[in-house]
Every structure is written in C-alpha cells, then in structure tokens.
C-alpha cells in the first residue's frame, strides 16, 4: 500500500495530547482585540479540543500523528 498523505492545513493547526485527544488554537485572538471584552479574550485563551464526533474525520486528515 502507498502511504497516506497528511493533510498540510491540519498539521499546522491540530496536535495530539498526551491521552489521544486533538487540541487547537481558538481562532479570534489575533488582531482587533481592543473592541473585544476581557472575558471573551479570556475564554479564548484556552485551548480548544477537538469533539468526539469529528475524530474519525480528523484522523484520516492526520493519519500517521
């Protein structure tokens, strides 16, 4: 069988924890953060974890992680 190819986008943005389970960045803490509330900014501070439901799809994105 050839191998499979990762996918490029998901690579750079998803990475596996310690006990299987996908993390990511939130998005939204990039730029124009002076219109946005202390507590929104701290929400997004922490790190976002992929749902189970999508871990199936997730894994053939990112098959040898």
Do not use: I, N, W
Not at 8 to 25: D, E, M, P, V
């Amino acid at each position: 069988m050839p191998k499979l190819k990762s996918h490029s986008g998901a690579k750079k943005r998803f990475s596996f924890t310690g006990t299987g389970k996908l993390s990511y960045r939130k998005a939204g803490r990039g730029h124009l953060l002076s219109c946005k509330s202390p507590s929104r900014l701290r929400k997004l501070r922490k790190t976002g974890y992929v749902d189970d439901t999508q871990m199936e799809y997730m894994r053939k994105l990112l098959p040898y992680s």
